[in-house]
């Protein structure tokens, strides 16, 4: 395998970073993230505005959100709403835009959405019953992830009505779901988030962690990632372990499959459906993450099949897909030609 020449420095740089100890206990996520039933909530906002805001940066709205406590109480929270993302920013793209809330913290604490105050939300694009199945795709993703791994971002599904409070268009009610804050899914981890490095060596990652990330964006179709150059994944430092890369956006995959995906040239494959493995040869022990992922398949399969709200069809078509990558991994002569002899050098 060979090394970078400026491995070494870069490795005793890492070092001298402080954060947590490896030997840390892992933090209890807060509410919001430690429960795995749907949110019914409704964020009322000027979306005559919202739907404007198409630029890198862009201004916060005030808002409301309303839902309900655990004892079945009417609960209202202030909500500063912006529109966020790069591709789903776009309106050739997303009619309707990834959206940040942030909430403030002492009024939402001992909530059902307590612990947070800024936190992503992943919106349904563009209307249609097609586009609230790829979100429930895309949320599968994450959840299967967190199957795999600990080290992966927490997520909620949400039921969302939107209600528009310039009164331009009538509610609409979709489905959505929110991303554990990098910060806090870094605490959990015990670790601090590295995202404004700019580029990582790929040798500095633990290699095991590396790999596992590596074959599982191969499993759902996604090519739209880099460690190296932190695209669509977020580096933590743990003392005495190195670098974790937590994987994020996963909607250019083959497994959420939305019209404007569309692979890289350079990759030459016809359509994000194609798997290609992109992980680099970081020397893990392959077999048993082989047999982990073939472990947790039965699970993976369950989860997919049971989700609230997925349509049969869109079921039956995420378990073939998958059922399809799980015979790469039960076969020595396809894990050896797809992947193993795939993987880049450094």
Known sequence: MR????????????GMIQGPSALQAQADPAPLFAGEDVLELTLEV???????????????????ILATGAGGEALE????????????LQRKVCRFPPLRLNFKKKQVAGTPLGGYDKVKLVAHCNEGGAWDQRVLKEYLAYRIYNVLTEYSFRVRLVRMTYVDTSGSSAPREHWGFLIEPDDAMAERLGGVSMEDRGELHPGLYDPDSATRLSLFQMMIGNTDWSVVGLHNTVPIYVNERGYFAIPYDFDWSGLVDPPYATPAEVLNIDSVRD???????????MDPLYQDFLGHAPEIIEMVRTQEGIESGTASDVVSY???????LDSDGLRGRQIEGECRQW
């Open 46 to 64: 000027d979306f005559s505005k919202i739907l404007t805001d198409r630029k890198e940066t862009n201004p916060e709205r005030p808002g409301r």
């Open 275 to 285: 798997r290609v493995y992109r992980g680099f040869c970081w020397g893990a022990d």
């Open 322 to 328: 998958l059922e399809e990558y799980f015979r790469v």
């Open 77 to 88: 929270f202030d909500v500063m709403v912006r529109t966020r993302g790069k591709s789903r």
């Open 3 to 14: 090394r970078h020449p400026s491995l070494l420095l870069a490795v005793l740089l890492a």
